[in-house]
């Protein structure tokens, strides 16, 4: 696809991988419709895309709740008359073991609250997100393109247990939409990021970053601009489809 003069939604769009991919495609020519809960962080990352001289709407939207993500891809579709990508961002975490243990007693459980919170967010929003943008790309019949945003845990990381199930679901998903939407010409593809340079990773001790970083060959972070570069990727590539991409330094779970 050539992204010049499309309309993508990018879901998680404030700060961190999110804000990233929209520069990045902005700087390809695309215009971009940002949802995001913080209103300030949407803002900014809004001027930032409108510098590179294409438009640039934020959308304050939680992805969780069917109802806002419903009238928030309408307004999208009626605001630029098009729709034409959906990058699927937008997630949290609430980590926690399974069962914490100390002594041989259990002292501790993953919180059904937490199971939810990262369910509702990382894996119902992106069903939701994707299903309105592929009824309106349909409607519009111009294709389209729609990538989510998987994990390295995908694979299963220890205190993950609802954030690993989210991103193995969204990855299935790709695939399932892959197949299910190439007769209205919508492709569909993930992208599998290792530990990134995010807000989130910022705010940790330098030990804990160093233990994140030893088993990665590359012995380092991610840059947000890497994992955009791969989201693009899948874009301009009009024979990606249905496939998961890893940019994770090597690193394996």
Known sequence: MDIRNKTIVVTGAGRGIGRATALHLAGRGADLALFDLNPADVEQTGALC???????????????????????????????????????????????????VKDGAVVGRMSIEQWNAV???????????AREAAAHMIEFGNGGVIVNISSISRAGNAGQSNYSAAKAGVESMAVVWAKELARYGIRAGSVAPGFTHTEILASMRPEVLDKLTAPVPLKRLGKPEEIAAAVLFIFENDFFTGRCLEVDGGLRL
């Open 119 to 129: 369910i509702g967010v990382n894996l119902s929003g992106v069903f939701l997100c």
């Open 50 to 100: 409108k510098a590179e001289r294409v438009q640039a709407r934020g959308y304050q939207v939680n992805v969780a709740d069917e109802e806002n993500v419903t009238s928030a891809m309408a307004r999208v579709s009626s605001d630029f008359g098009r729709l034409d990508g959906l990058v699927n961002n937008a997630g949290i975490v609430r980590d926690a073991l399974l069962v914490k």
